[in-house]
């Protein structure tokens, strides 16, 4: 599948905005991107978060840089056939890498239909 870049970057917006809004408000110093390769390490990785948990988060969190949310272009379009599986893996990816900002981890994610 093939898919303009901003176009992409489209979906991911509208697959965040499209996530309850109790949700997204307690999301604090965090950055969503759009990144079109996954790391060389794990090259069909879709999405990735690189933080701190709310669930590890202290008294002494402070002054830290953004945790980060990468959803990866290029291998979310070669699982894809057509847009509606972009806009339906986009959205599982999104909704995926912010339960890990909540502390939800790959299990349990799983069993809500979001691995």
Known sequence: M???PDRFNELVEQAYADL????T???DNVVLFVEDDAPADDP???GLYDGIP???RGGTYAGVLPDRI?????????ICETEEDVVAEVGITVAHEI??????DDDRLHDLGYA
């Open 99 to 104: 339960a890990h900002y909540f502390g939800i």
């Open 44 to 46: 069909t990785l879709l």
């Open 20 to 23: 309850p809004a109790e949700l």
């Open 54 to 56: 709310l669930t590890e």
């Open 70 to 78: 990468m959803v990866y272009r290029n291998p979310t379009l070669a």
């Open 25 to 27: 408000d307690l999301l």
């Open 2 to 4: 093939t898919m303009d």
